[in-house]
């Protein structure tokens, strides 16, 4: 156990990493972050829409406290590892393998990006937010009547989705919240 203490200061004292020193030759690292995996979350632009249950602004803008990296892909505002896919008419917005397999460090002021690397993702956290706003936009008049004037949302559609999302928070439950960590799809997505 005497190496670990030389090994920590040794990585702590260490020049500052930036994606081109890692050598990872990661050149497709954009089409990483939104490669379609075919999960869909809901259509893309309930999504957009979508308030936050506490009524302080849209949830797409409040991503960071569950963990995504932040909005570098500019086409569509989103953090890594979430993506807008095309199925037949309807636009969808998706969880994609970078969600979960992109890592960010941060020591002091530096941070380093580590593309194929673990993330520090909650995604029961945001699974919960998902339904929280979900269940707000149906069951208020006031955020559903926003929601629908944007969306062109049904009542029923959003409660039908609501009612999905609650079973699958439900089907996908842990005795003891997991929280931030390593996640990847055999531990969290459960492959159902």
């Given at each position: 156990m005497k190496l670990a203490p030389f090994v920590l200061a040794s990585l702590l004292s260490a020049a500052p990493l930036s994606a081109g020193d890692s050598k990872q030759n990661w050149q497709f690292a954009k089409q990483f972050?939104?490669?379609d995996q075919g999960s869909k979350i809901m259509p893309w632009n309930?999504?957009?829409?979508?308030?936050?249950?506490?009524?302080?602004?849209?949830?797409?803008?409040?991503?960071?406290?569950?963990g995504f990296i932040p909005g570098t892909v500019a086409e569509t505002g989103l953090p890594i590892g979430l993506a807008k896919h095309q199925e037949g008419a309807v636009a969808w917005v998706g969880v994609t393998c970078a969600a979960c397999h992109t890592g960010m460090w941060k020591v002091g002021t530096d941070t380093v990006q580590i593309e194929?690397?673990?993330?520090m993702l909650d995604p029961d956290s945001f699974a919960a937010a998902v339904l929280a706003s979900l269940k707000k936009t149906a069951e208020d008049p006031e955020t559903f009547a926003r929601f629908?004037?944007?969306t062109q949302a049904t009542?029923?559609?959003v409660a039908n989705l609501r009612d999905r999302a609650e079973q699958r928070v439900r089907i996908n439950a842990h005795p003891v919240p997991a929280g931030f960590g390593r996640v990847d799809a055999f531990g969290t997505v459960f492959n159902q």
């Amino acid at each position: 156990m005497k190496l670990a203490p030389f090994v920590l200061a040794s990585l702590l004292s260490a020049a500052p990493l930036s994606a081109g020193d890692s050598k990872q030759n990661w050149q497709f690292a954009k089409q990483f972050w939104t490669l379609d995996q075919g999960s869909k979350i809901m259509p893309w632009n309930w999504f957009m829409h979508l308030e936050k249950a506490d009524g302080t602004g849209l949830l797409k803008d409040d991503l960071t406290r569950f963990g995504f990296i932040p909005g570098t892909v500019a086409e569509t505002g989103l953090p890594i590892g979430l993506a807008k896919h095309q199925e037949g008419a309807v636009a969808w917005v998706g969880v994609t393998c970078a969600a979960c397999h992109t890592g960010m460090w941060k020591v002091g002021t530096d941070t380093v990006q580590i593309e194929g690397g673990p993330s520090m993702l909650d995604p029961d956290s945001f699974a919960a937010a998902v339904l929280a706003s979900l269940k707000k936009t149906a069951e208020d008049p006031e955020t559903f009547a926003r929601f629908s004037q944007v969306t062109q949302a049904t009542r029923d559609d959003v409660a039908n989705l609501r009612d999905r999302a609650e079973q699958r928070v439900r089907i996908n439950a842990h005795p003891v919240p997991a929280g931030f960590g390593r996640v990847d799809a055999f531990g969290t997505v459960f492959n159902q």
